[in-house]
């Protein structure tokens, strides 16, 4: 019995309609992303879903949840919101290890940690597509992600300060 497709038929059929049906394997990411949507992670019972729905392997699908920052298999010690700063080589010439080291700091926790009220994670990533406009990070909700560049600690702490504001008004992204 496939669990995604009892759980969601609507989006999981809205989803298809748009590739043709010998190409439904294009619809992995978008799967994936519905999976995670209420649990924040990809379960393996999901993976096992999607691939039956795409008419791929299993190990197809875990290989993207495993490649893509997007996606996780664990969603215990993620906050709500999860903060991830690229640090790759280009990145870290712009600064993006210094400003990783002083936004944890901040914050009181390791890159990879979550604050102790459980609503930001900050994690360390590679490659967000936009070395230029370094230090940058995305920030992943359950409304989706938006990308913050040309960063200070002090712009991402006035950025955690608004969500912990809506967080205290109910209106949290994850809902």
């Not at 394997?25 to 393996?44: C, H, I, Y």
């Not at 600064?95 to 080291?101: P, S, V």
């Not at 944890?104 to 230029?132: F, S």
Request: proline share 4%.
């Amino acid at each position: 019995m496939n669990e995604l497709l009892n759980q969601y038929p609507q989006e999981v059929e809205q989803i298809l309609s748009g590739y043709p049906e010998e190409r439904n394997r294009a619809a992995v990411m978008q799967l994936l992303f519905l999976a995670q949507r209420t649990s924040g992670k990809v379960s393996p019972g999901a993976m096992r879903d999607i691939a039956e729905i795409c008419g791929i392997s299993t190990t197809d699908v875990a290989s993207i949840v495993g490649y893509y920052t997007l996606f996780h298999e664990e969603a215990e010690g993620g906050g709500r919101y999860r903060i991830q700063v690229c640090t790759d080589l280009p990145c870290g010439l712009r600064g993006a290890r210094d400003f990783l080291a002083g936004l944890c700091d901040a914050l009181g926790i390791q890159p990879g940690g979550t604050t102790p009220d459980g609503l930001i994670t900050v994690e360390e990533v590679k490659c967000l597509a936009a070395c230029h406009r370094a230090p940058l990070f995305q920030l992943q909700s359950g409304d989706g992600i938006t990308y913050h560049e040309n960063q200070t600690v002090e712009l991402a702490l006035a950025l955690v300060e608004t969500l912990r504001s809506r967080q205290g008004e109910g209106r949290g992204d994850h809902d």
